[in-house]
Each structure stands twice: as structure tokens, then as C-alpha cells.
């Protein structure tokens, strides 16, 4: 039972340059949704699913992507990087009758 | 819209000394709420959760809670801390929504815990 998996754990991308970030979870979890952590800002919600196929934006979903096509995966995608998006980006996931979520270990970016 | 407010970015604290870090927060509706731990270079882990029923609540690593919905407060509290104990700490809270809910976390900043020998 691995949890919460995120790749890369490191990245560093040019301006303009995309990407996307891996989250996939082997609890047969409903819901999952992405985070980014900045010094002194805390965690802020990117966007959120509540099951293949249902996405939604959280309190900072621009310049992200997400789809949600299977209920193990949900990738982040960066279309055109940014300098502003340098951060720790983390993935949770929980079942839909549970409160509380399990986070994965992070990856870290920098846009350069 | 929820919001969270942690008191203090740093508490330093001797080591086997008490500890108390604040937690208030703000909700038109009724929320869950939680701490997280984060060390060094590492994701998030849950000390504690209060959902509903005894105010007090017991976690992990001897960490324990009390809700206090007059003052909208849910702070955390160890009788004694040890090095191991340096971390980030945040305070988050969800809505209540039947059926579990989907909506995300709201965080506070996070208190960083400094033990000190």
C-alpha cells in the first residue's frame, strides 16, 4: 500500500516551458486534490475532484490544469510555467465518507 | 468561505517544557477541523482531528486538542516536548457537507516549533 504518490520530487522548468505533475493513490479514494506551499502563505488549494472524471477550482486554479480520467490518477498540469509558480505542490486524497485528508510527499519546482 | 488564523509563525520552547500553539478560525457554516504536522523536507501528516462529540481530543505523538466553539479556537497542546517535536504546524479546517464532504482544506500559515536543549 504505497499511499499517496508524487512525481517528480524535483523539477526545474524555463519560463514558457509545460509540464505536468504525477499524483496517483492505490486507496480507492474518491476525492483528491492539489495544494501549493509558499513560505508564510501556508497550503492553498489549486484544484479538487470528487471522482473520475469531476473537476473544480479551489482558491488558486490559474495558470493549472487538471482531469481526473481514472480514480487512481490526478495530474497537474503547468501549460506555460511561470516564474510565480515556483513552490512545493502536494496531493491529497481521501474517501468520500472519511474527513481529513493523506498527503503525499511533495514536489518541488522552480521556474526559472 | 472559512479562514484560519494561527497566532504565532515561531514558538520557541525548552525541551520537556509545555506547549501550546493557537488556532482560531472563521466559518458562516459549521466545519471539521484538524492539525497537521510537517517535518523537514516531508509532506503532511494528521496529529489530530476534531469532527464532533468530546471537545477534547487526543492525537499522536501525545499531542491533544481542545475545541472551543464560543471562541472559535482549536488549539494544540503537548505537556512536554522533545527535539523530535521541531516542525511546521498547521491548523486547517473543511465544511461540514453530508456525506463526507468534498470541498478542500482552508490552512492557517503554520506555527514553526522550535524545541530548544
Known amino acids: 500500500n504505497a499511499g499517496v504518490t508524487q512525481t517528480p520530487k524535483f523539477q526545474v522548468l524555463k519560463t514558457g516551458q509545460s509540464m505536468t505533475l504525477q499524483c496517483a493513490q492505490d486507496?480507492?479514494?474518491?476525492?483528491m486534490s492539489w495544494y501549493r506551499q509558499d513560505p508564510g502563505m501556508g497550503l492553498r488549494l489549486i484544484h479538487y475532484s470528487v471522482g473520475a472524471g469531476i473537476t473544480d477550482q479551489g482558491e488558486v486554479p490559474n495558470g493549472y490544469n487538471v482531469s481526473r480520467s481514472t480514480t487512481e490518477d490526478f495530474p497537474l498540469r503547468l501549460l506555460s510555467a511561470a516564474p510565480s509558480q515556483t513552490s512545493v505542490y502536494f496531493c491529497?486524497?481521501?474517501?468520500?465518507?472519511?474527513?481529513?485528508?493523506?498527503f503525499g510527499s511533495g514536489t518541488r519546482l522552480t521556474v526559472v | 468561505a472559512q479562514s484560519v488564523t494561527q497566532l504565532d509563525s515561531q514558538v520557541p520552547v525548552f525541551e520537556e517544557a509545555p506547549v501550546e500553539l493557537r488556532c482560531n478560525y472563521s466559518s458562516s457554516v459549521s466545519v471539521y477541523l484538524f492539525w497537521y504536522v510537517q517535518y523537514p523536507n516531508q509532506g503532511l501528516q494528521l496529529l489530530l482531528k476534531?469532527?464532533?462529540?468530546?471537545?477534547l481530543v487526543k492525537g499522536i505523538n501525545g499531542f491533544e486538542a481542545e475545541f472551543n466553539k464560543s471562541q472559535t479556537s482549536f488549539h494544540l497542546r503537548k505537556p512536554s516536548v522533545h527535539i523530535s517535536d521541531t516542525a511546521e504546524y498547521f491548523c486547517?479546517?473543511?465544511?461540514?457537507?453530508?456525506?463526507?464532504?468534498?470541498?478542500?482544506?482552508?490552512f492557517g500559515k503554520g506555527t514553526h516549533l522550535i524545541i530548544q536543549p
Open positions: 476534531y469532527l464532533s462529540g468530546s471537545t
Open positions: 486507496m480507492n479514494h474518491e476525492y
Open positions: 486547517a479546517v473543511s465544511p461540514v457537507i453530508s456525506g463526507g464532504g468534498a470541498d478542500g482544506l482552508t
Open positions: 491529497a486524497s481521501k474517501h468520500r465518507e472519511v474527513s481529513g485528508y493523506t
